[in-house]
C-alpha cells in the first residue's frame, strides 16, 4: 500500500528505460575550423622573446624562495621551523608546477617556432624536475590523438568492470575516495612514469623510462635514452 492507503501499481514501481538513456545530442552550428578562424591570428604567434620570460619569471620566484627557506627558516622557533618547511614545499611547488608546464608547452612545439630550441628548453627544465622529457611527449602526444578511447588512450584510462583490483570495492566510500586520492596526488605521478599505472594495456611492462618498451618506436629509442642521461 503506498501514502494514504492507496496501492502503487506495478509498472510503477519499474524504471523507466527512457530516462536511462544518454543525454539528447545534437550536432553544434559550428565547427572546429570555424572557431579556430575567429581566434585573431596573433595568438598564433610564438614569441621567443615571451616564452622565456615566463621562465625566467619562475626561475627567479623559485630562486627568491629557496634563498628565503635556506636562510630564514632555521632562524624560526622549533615548532614554527618544522611548520614552515612543508609550507615552503606547497609554496615552491606551485611555482615550479609552473616550469614544468612551460616544458610541457616545449613537447607541443609551443614555445618557438624552432623545434630544435624547444626540445632542448623542454629536455633541460623537465630533466631539472626529474622528468624524462623525450619520454613523455611521445607518451604525451599520443594521449592528446586517442583521448577518450578505452583501447588506444595513453593515460587515465577507466577500468573495466571485469578488471578492478580485489580491493576496489573497499575504496567506493567517502574515506576511500580521499586514500585514493591522497596517494593519487602524492603517488600517481612517478608510478605513471615506472610502471604505467593508469595507463592503457600492453603486451608486456612498460616504463617510460625504458627506451626498448612498448610505448616507443625504433625511431624514438635515441630520444629515450638522451632523456634518461638527462635525469
Not at 31 to 51: A, D, G, M, N, Y
Not at 71 to 78: A, G, H, S, V
Not at 106 to 121: E, I, M, N, P, R
Request: positive net charge.
Amino acid at each position: 500500500m503506498g501514502a494514504g492507503g492507496r496501492s502503487i501499481p506495478p509498472s510503477a514501481k519499474k524504471e523507466n528505460p527512457v530516462a536511462l538513456g544518454r543525454s539528447p545530442y545534437a550536432k553544434p552550428p559550428f565547427t572546429l575550423s570555424q572557431i579556430k578562424k575567429s581566434i585573431p591570428p596573433h595568438c598564433f604567434q610564438r614569441s621567443v622573446l615571451r616564452s622565456f620570460s615566463y621562465v625566467v619569471y619562475d626561475l627567479t620566484i623559485a630562486t627568491f624562495l629557496y634563498y628565503v627557506a635556506t636562510n630564514y627558516i632555521q632562524l624560526l622557533p622549533e615548532p614554527l621551523h618544522y611548520l614552515a618547511w612543508p609550507i615552503y614545499g606547497y609554496i615552491q611547488g606551485c611555482v615550479l608546477t609552473g616550469v614544468w608546464v612551460i616544458a610541457h608547452e616545449c613537447g607541443h612545439h609551443a614555445f618557438s617556432d624552432h623545434q630544435w630550441l624547444d626540445d632542448t628548453v623542454g629536455l633541460i627544465l623537465h630533466s631539472c624536475l626529474l622528468v624524462p622529457y623525450f619520454s613523455w611527449k611521445y607518451s604525451h602526444r599520443r594521449h592528446h590523438s586517442n583521448t577518450g578511447s578505452m583501447e588506444r588512450d595513453e593515460v587515465f584510462v577507466p577500468k573495466k568492470k571485469e578488471g578492478l583490483q580485489w580491493f576496489a570495492k573497499y575504496l567506493n566510500n567517502p574515506p576511500g575516495r580521499v586514500l585514493t586520492l591522497l596517494v593519487t596526488l602524492t603517488l600517481g605521478w612517478p608510478l605513471y612514469l615506472l610502471c604505467n599505472v593508469s595507463g592503457r594495456e600492453y603486451d608486456r611492462f612498460a616504463c617510460h623510462y625504458d627506451p626498448h618498451g612498448p610505448i616507443y618506436s625504433d625511431r624514438e629509442r635515441l630520444q629515450i635514452y638522451i632523456s634518461d642521461a638527462g635525469i
